[in-house]
């Protein structure tokens, strides 16, 4: 029957790689955000080109650049 | 006309357009969805305001095209254009080392939180940031959090500059010193998370090793396999009972030392007496012990807790005045203008305060006018005039452009400040962990406490060597686990049920302070109406379409919000003409007068346009009057608009046995409207400031003791009234805007189910009541086993599981079946259920 004492270190060895992967993604914060990565990963793999327009907020900083429009 | 210096926004936050522009064309704006005219247009694409079309050009300009295609119309209605000087306190050493998180000259680490985030569009524009900016490395998202993290180069860009950004493009950052608690509430999280794996390894393991004990009856053919099980079973408990139950070790000595014994004192008493008897039946060789069921009660346990315990993360409870006020204010020094943080204002400091920002503190008017909406600080609707040498509390919203004031209280004294200062009545009563199991689990103890000594005496008498067995296994069987499990997931479901409501509430035991409220105090302005739209209506001989254009065309050259309301009314009812408008004055305060058209109109006061006596009759009571070529030629009538359904709440309210009574921060106007509403036995309070509110409720509670007050509310005039309440519910247009402290954030589109939301309260005692009855039962026949000292482990390790499972099963149907016949509402929208 010792073949009872090998099969049970050998499944308790399995769950406990299990558990040690568990602990792992756990500490590693795989469990921190379940719903950003499900819609992250259905983007398009080609990034936006990088930014050209260094001044693209300057815009921003005058003063007023709404245009009012009069009748 | 000349322009005015700010840009002038409507109370909608809308860039006010001054021409009357054709609004025969209806689309949809493209960036944002709001119903638009084409006045505004960019690449046969149509917009509701420059500031969308701002943001538009940006994108495209970028190729960040993308984000129209993933959701339509996602974009934020730019809420008005931020003053360039805005963020400039962002710029201030102090305030940058308590946002940043790290930093090491190369790279810069902070996170936002950005209440407007709200679809698969936002997170891919805020992940691809760095296509906007060229010194953004890296941006990453935390969607239920509502949280942006941003690295950037500090040598390329700054933080204000990322900050300007992320404003730009419609989501503006809430930054507050009081959130830095976030990240370590993360790392509890991922600890509970570690327990239950642990236990759940542990739990399973031990059950297979005992699996050849349940079936050989006790006698297994080779002991030292059974000693070799036995052995590792202890192992295996050992990381249970010192790692994944140790919460509930401390919960419970942390109630005895207060002399009160909580509902995890016969959880860790049931946990120990398990723990150590197995200990002892292994070593003396005694017996195989019982703990798979000591595994599984911490299982479940802490299953259900978790479950417990999830509850919306992007929403805020707790937030004190502090998170409404900036965190930099521009204070005029004799060296120019400085940014010092808002705590170190002083007594006499000048403070500069630009158009849209907030008063950060209460001070004297310096500038000769200034325009101020009170509505966060008093509920008044209408936005007041203040002179020079007046004083303007903390709180009140500028309207008009920059002003300069004097300090004469710091922020922590000011008016509103006061609100959170005075003790509150009730902190220790809401600051303990009260729950509705509380009694029973006090009873239950001492009950069971009694009937293992019962069970001693008798065996005492009958064979002392069973004393030991029957009062240990009594302890074991009759662990209050089934118990807690109801009372966890029966309150579960039903938060999770009301969230599907949207009736987010603060934790679960607020149901329970709901299920016993009696009186309801309303707020009237923001709650039972609308916030942004009014009811108007004409007195006087009806006006020709033509008139009717004429006045639309006046209007539409103020930004005062009455006129706004007009003018929007008058275009809808009658449409639009092109006029010439000529000699525009507007006397602020009073009215606007011009000629239309070669017609002079004068749109304002009674005091205004009749040049009487002012008399009662002020622009306060919601009426304007118009006079055409000085002829008094009617007045409309600016009534608020009740949420659709108010009446038929009231009623359901009346009918259901509840003292109603509303309180409002305006003046009577409204009060025959609101007697109709809500009967002749309702309270009706008009002129009410926010310590007024605060002090009435005060006074419910003290008058009749009985009284359990449910305070709905919106703004930070309610605050003081919401605090003080039984049940507070702040009733907000926008969830994830702020809201004051409260126990619950309500979206104002389901108030008018605050009577079935009470309802469904009320019926979860019954299920827990039910499931409590069904637990008993269970634990009678496990103590019947026990006293007779014939509890087996199989018997233990059957019944266990069977009783927590039925009962969490039993509970999640009943509060299910009880949503749905209580016509608890269901808004199935994924972003605010998140």
Same mark, same amino acid.
């Given at each position: 029957m010792s073949v009872l004492v090998i099969l049970i270190s050998v499944s308790i060895l399995v769950a406990g790689g299990f558990l040690v992967a568990f602990l792992w993604s756990v500490r590693k914060g795989q469990f921190d955000d379940d719903y950003t990565p499900s819609v992250r990963m259905l983007f398009d793999d080609t990034p936006p080109p990088a930014s050209r327009a260094t001044d693209s907020l300057s815009e921003a900083d005058k003063p007023s650049p709404v245009k009012t429009k009069h009748s | 006309m000349a322009l005015p210096k700010t840009i002038p926004v409507t109370a909608a936050g809308r860039p006010l357009r001054t021409d009357p522009a054709p609004a025969s064309v209806k689309t949809q704006c493209f960036h944002c969805g709001t119903s638009c005219d084409h006045s505004i247009g960019a690449d046969g694409r149509y917009f509701c305001c420059d500031g969308c079309r701002f943001v538009y050009q940006l994108l495209q300009e970028n190729g960040l095209c993308n984000y129209y295609d993933l959701t339509q119309t996602p974009g934020i209605r730019v809420m008005g254009r931020f003053a360039s000087e805005k963020f400039a306190y962002l710029d201030h050493p102090e305030i940058q080392q308590q946002l940043i998180r790290f930093t090491d000259g190369r790279q810069t680490q902070v996170s936002f939180y950005l209440p407007q985030m709200h679809c698969a569009s936002c997170i891919w524009l805020l992940e691809n940031l760095r296509s906007l900016q060229p010194g953004i490395l890296h941006s990453t998202t935390h969607f239920q959090r509502k949280e942006l993290f941003v690295v950037f180069d500090p040598g390329q860009t700054t933080l204000r500059k990322v900050v300007e950004l992320l404003a730009f493009v419609g989501y503006e950052p809430y930054i507050s010193l009081d959130n830095a608690g976030a990240r370590r509430e993360r790392k509890v999280n991922r600890r509970q998370l570690i327990r239950i794996g642990v236990a759940g390894f542990c739990f399973s393991n031990i059950m297979m090793l005992s699996f050849p004990e349940y079936f050989s009856s006790g006698s297994m053919d080779l002991p030292y396999l059974r000693h070799l099980f036995s052995y590792l079973n202890l192992a295996l408990a050992l990381p249970v009972f010192f790692y994944s139950a140790a919460g509930f070790f401390e919960s419970?000595?942390?109630?005895?030392?207060?002399?009160?014994?909580?509902?995890?004192?016969?959880?860790?008493?049931?946990?120990?007496?398990?723990?150590?008897?197995?200990?002892?039946?292994?070593?003396?060789?005694?017996?195989?012990?019982?703990?798979?069921?000591?595994?599984?009660?911490?299982?479940?346990?802490?299953?259900?807790?978790?479950?417990?315990?999830?509850?919306?993360?992007?929403?805020?409870?707790?937030?004190?005045?502090?998170?409404?006020?900036?965190?930099?204010?521009?204070?005029?020094?004799?060296?120019?203008?400085?940014?010092?943080?808002?705590?170190?204002?002083?007594?006499?400091?000048?403070?500069?305060v630009r158009s849209r920002e907030m008063v950060p503190a209460d001070g004297i008017l310096q500038s000769p006018e200034a325009r101020v909406d009170y509505s966060f600080v008093s509920g008044e609707n209408t936005p007041v005039i203040r002179r020079r040498g007046e004083l303007i509390y903390a709180g009140a919203n500028l309207l008009s452009g920059a002003v300069t004031l004097e300090v004469v209280r710091p922020v922590s004294q000011?008016?509103?400040?006061?609100?959170?200062?005075?003790?509150?009545?009730?902190?220790?009563?809401?600051?303990?962990?009260?729950?509705?199991?509380?009694?029973?689990?006090?009873?239950?103890?001492?009950?069971?406490?009694?009937?293992?000594?019962?069970?001693?005496?008798?065996?005492?008498?009958?064979?002392?060597?069973?004393?030991?067995?029957?009062?240990?296994?009594?302890?074991?069987?009759?662990?209050?686990?089934?118990?807690?499990?109801?009372?966890?997931?029966?309150?579960?479901?039903?938060?999770?049920?009301?969230?599907?409501?949207?009736?987010?509430?603060?934790?679960?035991?607020?149901?329970?302070?709901?299920?016993?409220?009696?009186?309801?105090?309303?707020?009237?302005?923001?709650?039972?109406?609308?916030?942004?739209?009014?009811?108007?209506?004409?007195?006087?001989?009806?006006?020709?379409?033509?008139?009717?254009?004429?006045?639309?065309?006046?209007?539409?050259?103020?930004?005062?919000?009455?006129?706004?309301?007009?003018?929007?009314?008058?275009?809808?009812?009658?449409?639009?003409?092109?006029?010439?408008?000529?000699?525009?004055?507007?006397?602020?305060?009073?009215?606007?007068?011009?000629?239309?058209?070669?017609?002079?109109?004068?749109?304002?006061?009674?005091?205004?346009?009749?040049?009487?006596?002012?008399?009662?009759?002020?622009?306060?009571?919601?009426?304007?009057?118009?006079?055409?070529?000085?002829?008094?030629?009617?007045?409309?009538?600016?009534?608020?608009?009740?949420?659709?359904?108010?009446?038929?709440?009231?009623?359901?309210?009346?009918?259901?046995?509840?003292?109603?009574?509303?309180?409002?921060?305006?003046?009577?106007?409204?009060?025959?409207?609101?007697?109709?509403?809500?009967?002749?036995?309702?309270?009706?309070?008009?002129?009410?400031?926010?310590?007024?509110?605060?002090?009435?409720?005060?006074?419910?509670?003290?008058?009749?003791?009985?009284?359990?007050?449910?305070?709905?509310?919106?703004?930070?005039?309610?605050?003081?009234?919401?605090?003080?309440?039984?049940?507070?519910?702040?009733?907000?247009?926008?969830?994830?805007?702020?809201? @004051?402290?409260?126990? $619950? &954030? /309500?979206?104002?589109? =389901?108030?008018?189910?605050?009577?079935? #939301?009470?309802?469904? !309260?009320? +019926?979860?005692?019954?299920?827990?009541?039910?499931?409590?009855?069904?637990?008993?039962?269970?634990?009678?026949?496990?103590?019947?086993?026990?006293?007779?000292?014939?509890?087996? @482990?199989?018997?233990? $390790? &059957? /019944?266990?599981?069977? =009783?927590?499972?039925?009962?969490?099963? #039993?509970?999640?149907? !009943?509060? +299910?079946?009880?949503a749905r016949r209580r016509n608890v509402p269901r808004r199935d929208d994924a972003h605010t259920t998140l």
């Amino acid at each position: 029957m010792s073949v009872l004492v090998i099969l049970i270190s050998v499944s308790i060895l399995v769950a406990g790689g299990f558990l040690v992967a568990f602990l792992w993604s756990v500490r590693k914060g795989q469990f921190d955000d379940d719903y950003t990565p499900s819609v992250r990963m259905l983007f398009d793999d080609t990034p936006p080109p990088a930014s050209r327009a260094t001044d693209s907020l300057s815009e921003a900083d005058k003063p007023s650049p709404v245009k009012t429009k009069h009748s | 006309m000349a322009l005015p210096k700010t840009i002038p926004v409507t109370a909608a936050g809308r860039p006010l357009r001054t021409d009357p522009a054709p609004a025969s064309v209806k689309t949809q704006c493209f960036h944002c969805g709001t119903s638009c005219d084409h006045s505004i247009g960019a690449d046969g694409r149509y917009f509701c305001c420059d500031g969308c079309r701002f943001v538009y050009q940006l994108l495209q300009e970028n190729g960040l095209c993308n984000y129209y295609d993933l959701t339509q119309t996602p974009g934020i209605r730019v809420m008005g254009r931020f003053a360039s000087e805005k963020f400039a306190y962002l710029d201030h050493p102090e305030i940058q080392q308590q946002l940043i998180r790290f930093t090491d000259g190369r790279q810069t680490q902070v996170s936002f939180y950005l209440p407007q985030m709200h679809c698969a569009s936002c997170i891919w524009l805020l992940e691809n940031l760095r296509s906007l900016q060229p010194g953004i490395l890296h941006s990453t998202t935390h969607f239920q959090r509502k949280e942006l993290f941003v690295v950037f180069d500090p040598g390329q860009t700054t933080l204000r500059k990322v900050v300007e950004l992320l404003a730009f493009v419609g989501y503006e950052p809430y930054i507050s010193l009081d959130n830095a608690g976030a990240r370590r509430e993360r790392k509890v999280n991922r600890r509970q998370l570690i327990r239950i794996g642990v236990a759940g390894f542990c739990f399973s393991n031990i059950m297979m090793l005992s699996f050849p004990e349940y079936f050989s009856s006790g006698s297994m053919d080779l002991p030292y396999l059974r000693h070799l099980f036995s052995y590792l079973n202890l192992a295996l408990a050992l990381p249970v009972f010192f790692y994944s139950a140790a919460g509930f070790f401390e919960s419970a000595w942390k109630g005895l030392r207060q002399r009160w014994l909580n509902i995890d004192a016969p959880i860790a008493l049931a946990i120990l007496v398990t723990f150590t008897r197995s200990v002892y039946e292994i070593l003396s060789g005694a017996g195989p012990g019982y703990l798979d069921s000591m595994s599984g009660i911490v299982l479940f346990m802490l299953a259900g807790r978790w479950f417990q315990d999830k509850t919306y993360d992007s929403f805020s409870f707790d937030r004190d005045y502090k998170a409404y006020f900036p965190l930099g204010v521009t204070v005029i020094t004799s060296a120019g203008e400085q940014v010092a943080t808002i705590n170190s204002l002083a007594k006499g400091d000048q403070v500069l305060v630009r158009s849209r920002e907030m008063v950060p503190a209460d001070g004297i008017l310096q500038s000769p006018e200034a325009r101020v909406d009170y509505s966060f600080v008093s509920g008044e609707n209408t936005p007041v005039i203040r002179r020079r040498g007046e004083l303007i509390y903390a709180g009140a919203n500028l309207l008009s452009g920059a002003v300069t004031l004097e300090v004469v209280r710091p922020v922590s004294q000011s008016y509103i400040t006061q609100l959170w200062n005075q003790a509150d009545p009730r902190g220790d009563r809401k600051n303990t962990e009260k729950s509705f199991i509380h009694p029973w689990s006090r009873y239950f103890t001492l009950v069971l406490l009694g009937i293992a000594l019962l069970a001693a005496l008798y065996w005492w008498v009958a064979d002392p060597t069973q004393i030991l067995p029957a009062v240990t296994s009594s302890l074991i069987v009759a662990c209050p686990c089934s118990l807690l499990l109801s009372a966890t997931f029966t309150y579960g479901n039903m938060l999770r049920q009301f969230g599907r409501g949207h009736l987010y509430l603060k934790n679960a035991s607020v149901i329970e302070s709901l299920s016993r409220v009696n009186t309801i105090v309303f707020d009237k302005t923001g709650t039972l109406t609308h916030a942004t739209q009014a009811d108007i209506s004409f007195e006087g001989r009806p006006l020709e379409p033509g008139e009717a254009r004429a006045i639309a065309a006046l209007a539409a050259q103020s930004v005062h919000p009455m006129s706004r309301l007009l003018r929007d009314w008058l275009l809808a009812q009658h449409g639009t003409g092109n006029y010439s408008v000529s000699d525009f004055t507007e006397y602020p305060g009073h009215g606007t007068e011009a000629r239309i058209d070669g017609r002079f109109i004068r749109l304002g006061s009674r005091a205004f346009v009749t040049g009487g006596d002012s008399g009662p009759q002020g622009s306060g009571t919601g009426q304007v009057l118009v006079s055409l070529d000085g002829a008094l030629r009617g007045a409309f009538r600016v009534g608020n608009r009740y949420r659709d359904g108010v009446p038929e709440m009231a009623a359901g309210l009346l009918a259901g046995g509840y003292r109603l009574h509303v309180l409002s921060g305006d003046h009577d106007a409204e009060q025959d409207r609101l007697r109709k509403m809500f009967g002749p036995q309702t309270i009706l309070r008009f002129n009410q400031s926010p310590h007024d509110k605060r002090a009435y409720i005060e006074r419910l509670r003290d008058d009749d003791p009985s009284a359990v007050v449910l305070m709905l509310g919106d703004g930070l005039n309610d605050a003081g009234a919401l605090l003080c309440s039984d049940a507070g519910i702040a009733v907000s247009e926008h969830v994830s805007q702020f809201t @004051p402290a409260s126990d $619950a &954030i /309500l979206d104002s589109d =389901s108030l008018t189910a605050v009577d079935r #939301f009470l309802a469904y !309260a009320r +019926s979860g005692k019954r299920v827990v009541t039910q499931s409590f009855v069904l637990s008993i039962l269970y634990n009678l026949v496990g103590l019947s086993f026990a006293v007779r000292a014939a509890l087996s @482990p199989l018997v233990a $390790a &059957i /019944l266990m599981p069977v =009783s927590s499972v039925s009962i969490v099963l #039993f509970v999640t149907a !009943a509060t +299910s079946l009880a949503a749905r016949r209580r016509n608890v509402p269901r808004r199935d929208d994924a972003h605010t259920t998140l």
